[in-house]
C-alpha cells in the first residue's frame, strides 16, 4: 500500500503499510473497492522497520525525489530563485 518515514531530532523510523492479500479484489480499483467493504477505510498492517536506514530506502527506491516544506502563507504562490548561494560559501 504504502511507507511513512516519520521522527523528530534524533531519529527517523520507516513504517510499511500493507494491506492483507485476502481482502484485494480481482481487477483494477482495488482501493476504493477495499474502502467500500470496510467502512470506508483501508485496513493495514502497519510494519514498523528495524535496522533500515529509511532515506537509504527512499534513495534506493526513487530515480527522483524532492521534498518542499513552505509555510502555509505561501501555499499555492509561486516562488523565484532570484540568487542561489551556499551554505558556507563555494567557490
Known amino acids: 500500500m504504502g511507507f511513512e518515514i516519520g521522527g523528530g531530532e534524533h ?3 520507516l513504517h510499511v503499510l500493507a494491506v ?3 481482502i484485494v479484489p480481482e481487477g483494477g480499483g482495488v482501493f476504493p473497492k477495499i ?4 467502512g470506508g477505510e483501508i485496513p493495514v498492517t502497519d510494519f514498523l522497520m528495524h535496522d533500515v536506514d529509511p532515506y537509504a530506502i527512499l ?3 526513487t ?3 524532492e521534498l518542499r516544506m513552505r509555510p502555509v502563507g ?10 542561489p548561494s551556499d551554505v558556507p560559501e563555494q567557490e
Open 63 to 65: 530515480h527522483s525525489f
Open 59 to 61: 534513495k534506493a527506491i
Open 20 to 22: 492483507n492479500r485476502d
Open 74 to 83: 505561501a501555499e499555492g504562490l509561486p516562488i523565484r530563485v532570484t540568487r
Open 35 to 38: 474502502a467500500a467493504a470496510n
Open 11 to 13: 531519529d527517523h523510523d
